[in-house]
Structures are given as C-alpha cells and as structure tokens.
C-alpha cells in the first residue's frame, strides 16, 4: 500500500520539483488506468503506483515511488498539444513512464493478452511475445 498523497508533498505542490514538458497528451495511453498502456508500465516501471483523476475532460496523472517518496505528475488539458511535467525524489519517474511509453509503442502497442510471466527460484521476469523476449520485474 502506498503512502498518503502528503508523505510525497509535505510542503505542498510542487515542492522542490523539477518543471519539464512533454507533448504526449491523455489520449495516449494516459487517460485510462486500466487500459493497455497501463498494463504495460506497470509491467515496465517497477514498485510504482498510478492514479488519475478526470474532470471537465482534463486528466490529472500521478507516479508514486512505493520504495522511496519519488513522484511525477501531469495534467493534461483536453485539446492542448503540451503539458508540464513536474518529478521529484531519487527517482525520475516520469522518464520511465516515457520510457514505458516510447517502448510500448516501439512494440505495435501491445494489448496485455501478449504478455507473460515466467517465475523461477532466481526471480520474476516479464515478456511480451516469447520468454526470450524478457525482462526483470
């Protein structure tokens, strides 16, 4: 279970966040919790929690680190082309939530019915396709 929204921002947003833009909007993958991209970073971004909110067709997308009090967060205005980022914490992680996105999208945009999971005494990796196409969760 993650931490409250407050153990990440205990001063408030943003804190000592940095600032950055990113041109991927909502309806990248970025809208749905529960949707295919979602699947797939969970997979691909590892010990991180996802929530999002949506109002008058704005998205609202929060990162948290469940091992340390990184966090990212953008809102995405319905019908705008670029949206801020704000990260924070030792973690960058809404670089490998771009990341996540950038391969997903490299891979044709897998739906979760093409992944896997292969568990073994030396650990758990997951894989898209084939077993060999595999990484470390």
Avoid: I
Wanted: aromatic letters at 14%; glycine letters at 10%.
């Amino acid at each position: 279970m993650r931490p409250p929204h407050s153990a990440y921002l205990p001063g408030g947003f943003p804190g000592d966040a940095t600032a950055t833009t990113t041109t991927l909007t909502a309806a990248d993958g970025f809208a749905d919790r529960f949707g295919p991209f979602a699947f797939a970073a969970g997979l691909r971004v590892p010990d991180c929690a996802w929530a999002a909110d949506e109002r008058d067709g704005d998205h609202s997308v929060w990162w948290y680190g469940l091992t340390d009090r990184s966090w990212a967060a953008v809102l995405f205005r319905r019908g705008a082309h670029e949206s801020t980022v704000y990260q924070s914490g030792p973690r960058r992680l809404w670089d490998e939530v771009e990341a996540a996105w950038h391969w997903w999208t490299g891979e044709g945009r897998p739906s979760p019915e093409r992944f896997g999971l292969t568990v073994t005494r030396e650990g758990q990796r997951g894989w898209l396709d084939d077993p060999e196409n595999s990484w470390r969760l």
